[in-house]
């Protein structure tokens, strides 16, 4: 309890300062739902990538399924918070059936075929008009009761922090140590009796799990969805840059990381649109090659008495 309590308090700080900046204007409610949706795209890819040492590029596609089975769920008159727990299941079960193929490749192979899927969704709701198809589907007369910037806040600041404590859970976990033995030797894991397989599928769910839980209440608040713009892949490359940038593996690095860019793309898309990506990824090569642990293996150089309470 003395390990996870301080973490704990440090995390809920970080999330309390977020929320008292939302209430000062709606501009700054919006940057803040920003943070968050990003935060736990973040967080949910650090349990495949930062732990088990699998580089997806798929985060985009289960924020995306997130988005369309809450949109299709909602015009058949389901209650949308219902429907926002029902988007982040129904990623998880299609992350169960890609994993049957995907978590079979490994390295490159397995972020391509992730990307792949990303890739194809869109051309699949355009092609089939579903939900809208190519042109989209407005939802804010299905939703308007329940529509509150707030309450999506509130909703998107539960699942961080119940990511942020599962996190916590994780790297003191069996299950956590049997995916850093898979990061650190995959085949060395194998040899010492770790079902691969299995712990990689159970990592790639949960991750899915909030992935789209995060593209539902995004999808809630937003109210008119595109194909491209739900399946968007830059989602995928803004979620392993936050990562880096905090430090994978750690239970603050991608909360820290999501600050960070977000503050960030929001400056440089007032003075220089469209580039904030770019800057943000020569930054990140910088800070990799500095301190290869990310901004927290920085802190816990400097911080040594009290990086394994906080950091």
Not at 6 to 29: G, M
Not at 228 to 245: G, K, Q
Not at 282 to 294: N, R, T, Y
Request: proline fraction near 3%; charge should be positive; aromatic fraction near 12%.
């Amino acid at each position: 309890m003395g390990v996870v309590n301080p973490r704990i308090i440090s995390i809920s700080a970080l999330y309390a300062i977020l929320i008292f900046l939302s209430l000062f204007s709606r501009s700054l409610a919006e940057l803040v739902f920003l943070i968050l949706i990003t935060c736990i795209l973040s967080q949910s890819l650090n349990i495949i990538m930062g732990l088990a040492g699998l580089v997806s590029l798929g985060q985009a596609f289960f924020f995306g399924t997130g988005v369309y089975m809450f949109t299709y769920l909602v015009i058949n008159e389901v209650n949308p918070y219902l429907s926002i727990i029902l988007g982040g299941l129904v990623s998880a079960i299609f992350a169960l059936a890609l994993g049957l193929v995907l978590l079979r490749l490994r390295g490159v192979y397995f972020a391509c075929g992730t990307l792949v899927v990303t890739l194809a969704a869109p051309y699949f709701i355009s092609g089939t008009g579903i939900v809208g198809g190519f042109a989209g589907l407005n939802i804010y007369r299905y939703i308007s009761p329940f529509y509150n910037i707030y309450l999506c806040l509130f909703s998107l600041l539960v699942t961080s922090i119940v990511m942020s404590i599962l996190t916590i859970k994780l790297l003191r976990s069996p299950f956590g140590y049997s995916l850093k033995a898979i990061k650190d030797d995959h085949d060395a894991a194998e040899t010492l009796g770790i079902n691969t397989f299995r712990q990689k599928t159970i990592a790639f769910c949960i991750s899915a799990l909030f992935s789209g839980i995060a593209g539902a209440i995004w999808a809630f608040k937003q109210a008119y969805i595109l194909p491209s713009i739900a399946f968007n892949p830059l989602r995928s490359i803004e979620a392993i840059l936050t990562m880096l940038v905090g430090g994978t593996g750690t239970v603050i690095g991608p909360i820290l990381g999501t600050i960070i860019y977000e503050a960030f793309r929001d400056a440089v898309m007032r003075t220089a649109p469209g580039l904030q990506v770019l800057i943000f990824g020569i930054l990140v090569i910088v800070i990799v090659l500095m301190a290869p642990e990310g901004l927290i293996g920085l802190l816990r150089k400097r911080f040594k008495s009290i990086r394994d309470k906080i950091f």
